[in-house]
Nanobody, 124 residues
Framework: QVTLVESGGGSVQPGGSLRLSCAAS????????MGWFRQAPGKEREGVAG???????SYAASVKGRFTISKDNAKNTLYLQMDSLKLEDTAMYYC??????????????????WGQGTQVTVSS
């Protein structure tokens, strides 16, 4: 059974940082394309960052240079380091897996599995 469990969300002031984690089970990250998505109230879910099975990364233009996606295959865990956070980054953040797959980029990711989400709130 595939499960994705996010953690690390919270409240932070503009300019602050947070690190999200996504613990995966039931499959191995080395055979998956992993992504982080977010959904703000009243808006559609959007892709934020993705990482391929070989470690290639891709980002939405709105977060490029501020967010960093990474993974630890040994721990089967996905991360999202978020720096220089802005008010507009406030959203529910979801971990997603496209498995099994090899290569790929965020723009063409078709998730098969989703986590339950973790809330990120940026406010002054």
């Amino acid at each position: 059974q595939v499960t994705l469990v996010e953690s690390g969300g919270g409240s932070v002031q503009p300019g602050g940082s947070l690190r999200l984690s996504c613990a995966a089970s039931g499959f191995t990250l080395s055979n998956a394309f992993m992504g982080w998505f977010r959904q703000a109230p009243g808006k559609e879910r959007e892709g934020v960052a993705g990482i391929s099975n070989t470690g290639g990364t891709s980002y939405a233009a709105s977060v490029k240079g501020r967010f960093t996606i990474s993974k630890d295959n040994a721990k089967n865990t996905l991360y999202l380091q978020m720096d220089s956070l802005k008010l507009e980054d406030t959203a529910m953040y979801y971990c997603a897996a496209d498995y099994p797959t090899w290569g790929g980029v965020l723009a063409t990711m078709t998730p098969d599995y989703w986590g339950q989400g973790t809330q990120v709130t940026v406010s002054s």
